[in-house]
């Protein structure tokens, strides 16, 4: 039987509610398309920072190497620091594994409330491909003169003709290959951020000749915003830097309905190392241990995992059984006005399969 091995951090909070969840939806799908998941499950995150000062051992990318795809539920903890959770563990994996395309599809399925008024039959149905290893997120700067009245802090972006390029390209293969309006649009600030993101809107414009089927779009971030409250339906797939494509993906995510519902993958697409599947919410910590948490999310990046890894059948039969619940609209947690618990939307999911 073909057998994958699985790399899964729980990490905190809701992360350590949701993993258990994906895990039996896992298992009612592998007798049905028969492979098997091998996992190897891994307790970083800040109960280990607690611990051991640190948020995973010190040869935690050499364990994950071993991985065929990595499984992650959330880190972040109130009582540390984002930028030690997040350089502690995220960034490096997304780095060191060279994971520069992060795919955050955000579709508005049948039976959800989006707080958008949209127009009668109107549907979203977009991906934002934010660049994950570079851009505004490079750990290039320091502070001078520290905690002194005269102190400086300084933060540079990097932005590389390869990194771009690739990038870019991803998001327009991507077009080709999805069912959608082929379409993409490419995100920057090159009114105020002169170099760098001129750079993009060059390499933009250069890979887009490569893709006549594929039409084009570029927008400034803040306009960009905009429409993506403005008119939603009119997106397919969205390219755009780092720190851009964190922001909007978080206005994609809210307008379908819920955080709740945002799955993210961290792809390698080259696959010379092991890519990361996530939702795109945090732990969070104000509901978490409530058994409230939308397992949702969660399910669907299991099914960007699958189709990664090759299943593409599983990852289908996946998506239609979560549209059939929420199309039911009995079965959902608070978030989506419901008052089911996180397991109940797992057993309706399985049911559903
Ligand atoms: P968050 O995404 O954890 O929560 C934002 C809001 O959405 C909260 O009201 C939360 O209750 C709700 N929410 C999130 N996921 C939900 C789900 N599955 N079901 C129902 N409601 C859900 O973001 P927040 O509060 O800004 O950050 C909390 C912690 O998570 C911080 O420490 C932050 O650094 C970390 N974080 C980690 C991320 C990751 O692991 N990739 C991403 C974002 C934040
Ligand atoms: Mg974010």
């Not at 896992?26 to 996992?39: C, S, T, V």
């Not at 080709?176 to 105020?192: F, I, L």
């Not at 809210?254 to 961290?266: Q, R, T």
């Not at 099914?303 to 990664?308: I, P, R, T, Y």
């Amino acid at each position: 039987m073909p057998t994958y091995r699985i790399a899964v951090i729980a990490g905190d909070g809701a992360g350590q509610e949701i993993i258990p969840e994906a895990k039996c939806v896992i298992a009612a799908l592998e007798p049905k398309y028969g492979f098997h998941l091998d996992y190897a499950d891994y307790d970083w995150g800040s109960d280990y920072y607690f611990r051991h000062g640190r948020m995973c051992p010190e040869d935690f990318l050499d364990r994950l190497r071993q991985a065929d795809a990595i499984l992650l539920g959330a880190v972040g903890h109130p009582k540390i620091a984002d930028n030690v959770t997040l350089n502690g563990l995220l960034l490096p994996i997304r780095r060191t594994f060279d994971q520069f395309a992060n795919v955050r599809p955000a579709k508005l399925y049948e039976g959800v409330d989006s707080p958008l008024a949209l127009r009668k039959g109107e549907k979203i149905d977009m991906v934002v491909v934010r660049e994950n290893t570079e851009g505004e997120y490079a750990q290039i700067g320091g502070f001078l003169y520290q905690d002194q009245p005269d102190e400086v802090a300084i933060q540079t972006s990097v932005f590389t003709r390869r990194g771009v390029e690739r990038v870019v390209r991803f998001a327009f293969e991507l077009a080709r290959k999805r069912n959608g309006k082929k379409r993409v649009t490419s995100v920057t600030k090159s009114n105020a951020q002169g170099f760098s993101l001129v750079l993009w809107d060059r390499v933009f414009a250069k890979v887009a000749e490569e893709f006549p089927d594929i039409s084009t779009e570029s927008l400034l971030v803040d306009a960009a915003a905009m429409n993506f409250i403005r008119r939603p339906e009119s997106f397919d797939v969205v390219v755009a830097s780092n720190l851009f494509g964190d922001i909007l993906s978080d206005i994609s995510a809210i307008i379908v309905g819920s955080m709740g519902l945002a799955p993210s993958a961290n792809v390698d697409p080259t696959r010379r190392f092991p890519s990361m599947f996530e939702p795109v919410h945090g732990s969070a910590p104000d509901i978490a241990f409530k058994g409230i948490v939308n397992p949702l999310a969660t399910f669907l990046c299991v099914g960007q995992m699958l189709e990664h890894l090759g299943r593409g059948d599983a990852a289908a039969d996946l998506e239609t059984a979560i549209g059939k619940v929420l199309s039911a609209k009995k079965v959902r947690t608070p978030d989506l006005g419901g008052s089911s618990t996180t397991s109940q939307v797992t057993e309706a999911v399985i049911a559903a399969l």
